[in-house]
C-alpha cells in the first residue's frame, strides 16, 4: 500500500505540512547549493509550513543544520559549506525507505537515535551529481516522500548534456554541433580523440568550448583557442567528470527562459538575456556568483521571437518529461533562429539568479514561486504517473 492511501491521524491532520530543505552535497556546486537553501529557507511561509533544514555534507553525510538563513551567504567571495552549519561533526540523518512511513532520526554515536517527526515534502536544492541527477529522487521516489521538480528520467537526462541533446535531437528541437568524449574512450586512446576533436575543430572552427558532461554553474568549462590549449582544457573537464563534450562557438545572444508547472500545464515566462560580460572570457562561475554578472529581463526581443523563445522552451520541458520547474538556455543565432544549448531542471535559485527574476517580471514574486512549488509536489503522486 502507497503512503499517500494510508490513514492520517488527527495529529497529522491538524499540523502544518513539513518541508525538508534538503542542500548541499557531493558535487563540485555544493557551496552556491547552500547560498540557495539560504534564500529558499528565508522564502518559506512559515505560518503554512515547518521546516527541517539538511544538509549534505562534501561527503555525504546527512547533517542535521540550524534554521539560519544568514549564515547561508557568500561571504569575503567565499561559498558557504554544509560542515560549518552542522550542529555535530558527526550525527547524520537518515530518511526511512519505507513507504509506509516519512519519519526522519537523527543519531550521533553513543546516543540513542532521535525521531525528528514526519516529512511530508522535500524541497531539494542540490546542484549537480548526487541530488539533481535523478539519484536523490529516486531515494525518494523508493521512500514515498514528494518533492519539488523533476521526476528520475527527465533529473538524469537533464543532468546529461550527451542525452539532453539526443532527447531535444529526437523531438525535432534545433541542437548546436558537438562531440561526446567518453571515459573509456579517452583512457583507451586518448590520441584518437584527440584527432576526432581537431577534425571537429576543423569543420566548425575555433573556439571550441570543453565542458563537463555532467556539472552545472559552468563549473569547468574552458573557452579553447587553439590546439595548444585542448589537453589543459580537456584535465579541468575531467576533474569534474570523466565524460565530456566539445561544442563550438555559436555567434548570437545567449536568451534564458524559465517554464513552471501550473494546474493547467508547463507556462514560459518573460525570456531574459545574458549580455557580453567584459570581465570574463564568457558567462561562467564566477561571473554568475561571485561577481554576480546581471542579465536583461525581459530580454529585448521583438513579439515573434519572445513567443518562439517561449514555445521552445515549454517544448523542451515536455520533451524531458520534466515536473516543476526549468530553465531552458538558448542562442539567438545571426541567421535568426533560436538553438537550445540546454536545461536545468534544479536552476539557479537565489532572488538574484535569472529563474526567479523572469518569473518576478511575470508576475510571481520569489515567495510566490516557493509556495507554488510545494503545493505542486504535495498535490503530485509519488510513483509512476
Not at 529526437?170 to 584527440?194: H, I, K, M, T
Request: net charge negative; proline share 7%; glycine share 10%.
Amino acid at each position: 500500500m502507497s503512503s499517500e492511501n494510508l490513514p492520517q491521524s488527527t495529529e497529522h491532520q491538524l499540523r502544518k505540512p513539513r518541508v525538508a530543505v534538503v542542500f548541499g552535497g557531493r558535487s563540485s556546486e555544493h557551496g552556491i547549493s547552500v547560498v540557495t537553501a539560504g534564500a529558499v529557507l528565508n522564502a518559506i511561509d512559515r505560518t503554512k509550513y515547518d521546516v527541517l533544514p539538511i544538509g549534505i555534507t562534501t561527503d555525504g553525510r546527512w547533517a542535521l543544520t540550524a534554521d539560519e538563513p544568514e549564515r547561508m551567504a557568500i561571504a569575503d567571495r567565499k561559498m558557504p559549506d554544509v560542515a560549518q552549519l552542522a550542529e555535530s561533526d558527526e550525527g547524520g540523518v537518515v530518511l526511512s525507505v519505507d513507504p509506509g512511513s516519512r519519519e526522519v532520526v537523527y543519531s550521533e554515536p553513543g546516543s540513542v537515535p532521535k525521531a525528528l517527526g514526519e516529512v511530508d515534502v522535500v524541497f531539494p536544492v542540490l546542484h549537480g551529481p548526487y541530488g539533481e541527477d535523478g539519484t536523490l529522487q529516486g531515494l525518494l521516489e523508493l521512500s514515498g516522500v514528494p518533492y519539488v521538480g523533476a521526476g528520475v528520467l527527465a533529473s538524469a537526462v537533464g543532468q546529461d548534456k550527451e542525452y539532453m541533446k539526443r532527447v531535444f535531437t529526437s523531438f525535432g528541437l534545433p541542437v548546436g554541433p558537438y562531440v561526446v568524449v567518453r571515459p573509456r574512450e579517452w583512457d583507451n586512446d586518448p590520441a584518437g580523440a584527440r584527432e576526432r576533436i581537431t577534425e571537429f575543430a576543423a569543420e566548425h572552427g575555433w573556439p571550441l568550448f570543453i565542458k563537463p558532461a555532467r556539472a552545472g554553474s559552468s563549473i569547468g568549462i574552458t573557452k579553447v583557442e587553439d590546439v595548444s590549449q585542448l589537453d589543459e582544457a580537456i584535465e579541468e573537464a575531467r576533474r569534474h567528470d570523466p565524460k565530456f563534450l566539445v561544442e563550438s562557438l555559436l555567434r548570437g545572444r545567449e536568451i534564458e527562459c524559465g517554464v513552471l508547472e501550473f494546474e493547467d500545464g508547463p507556462r514560459a515566462s518573460v525570456p531574459a538575456e545574458i549580455p557580453p560580460v567584459t570581465s570574463h572570457d564568457f558567462y561562467d562561475f564566477e561571473a554568475k556568483y561571485i561577481d554576480s554578472a546581471s542579465g536583461i529581463v525581459p530580454a529585448p526581443l521583438t513579439g515573434e521571437q519572445t513567443a518562439e523563445v517561449q514555445r521552445l522552451a515549454v517544448e523542451a520541458f515536455e520533451a524531458a518529461s520534466c515536473e516543476g520547474l526549468v530553465r531552458a538556455d538558448f542562442f539567438l543565432t545571426e541567421d535568426g533562429g533560436f538553438v537550445i544549448n540546454e536545461i536545468n531542471t534544479l536552476p539557479g535559485f537565489t532572488p538574484i539568479s535569472m529563474y526567479p527574476r523572469m518569473w518576478q517580471e511575470s508576475g510571481v514574486s520569489y515567495q510566490q514561486l516557493v509556495d507554488r512549488l510545494i503545493q505542486a509536489a504535495l498535490d503530485r503522486p509519488t510513483g509512476l504517473r
